[in-house]
């Protein structure tokens, strides 16, 4: 899922707005017992690849964009919504097209400009997976099982699919 943030706004582009947003997606993941795939904050949107429990999709989305939303206002001394329409998400139901997805969100940066490698940006899953950063937002172990084998083999594949997807002409398109 993702959406985008209106009003000519990047609340992401500041480090205490990212921090607030990841530390919130936290207490739903653990509030609703979301398993976290992906996740990317860019300067103006956000994407996140989950897989839901028995909570529905759009009450946990519906605390996160409220619950932000308010807080960011309050902040800023703004009103309305600070998100340019409803977040937008599609099922995924095939392994091939997970994987696919992991990499168009970890590599949204680099497809961007704003890094020439999804190590050296700070607001994502990557990091977590190739150990350059604490355990984080993702199950890293889930995301481990979609590429078999041992940890080190599964981050070798990961980084294998990052390569060969860096260079795909979807991965600066929109989300299909």
């Known amino acids: 899922m993702y959406n985008r943030v209106g009003r000519g706004e990047a ?7 990212a921090d607030r947003f990841v530390s919130l997606i936290g207490d739903v993941k653990r509030r609703d017992g979301l398993t976290v795939f992906a996740w990317c904050l860019m300067p103006n949107h956000y994407h996140l690849a989950v897989r839901t429990s028995t909570v529905p999709l759009w009450r946990s ?19 309305g919504p ?4 409803r977040y937008k998400a599609r099922p995924v139901t095939e392994q091939a097209s997970l994987l696919r997805l992991l990499a168009y969100i970890h590599l949204n ?5 704003i890094v020439d490698d999804p190590e050296r940006y700070r ?6 997976l190739v150990r350059r950063a604490p355990a ?3 199950d890293v172990d889930e995301v481990f099982s979609l590429f078999g084998g041992t940890c080190r ?9 990052l390569r060969q997807e860096r260079g ?5 398109a929109a989300v299909e």
């Not at 600070?82 to 329409?85: A, G, V």
């Not at 607001?123 to 977590?128: A, K, Q, Y």
């Open 153 to 161: 083999q599964a981050v070798r594949a990961y980084l294998g699919l």
């Open 168 to 172: 795909a002409s979807w991965l600066g």
């Open 82 to 85: 600070p998100w340019q329409s």
């Open 123 to 128: 607001w994502s899953g990557h990091r977590e």
């Open 109 to 113: 940066p680099v497809a961007a400009w």
């Open 11 to 17: 609340p992401f582009k500041l480090d205490d707005e």
């Open 61 to 79: 989305m519906r605390f996160l964009q409220h619950r932000y939303a308010q807080a960011f206002n309050r902040r800023c001394k703004v009103f």
């Open 136 to 138: 984080g937002l993702l």
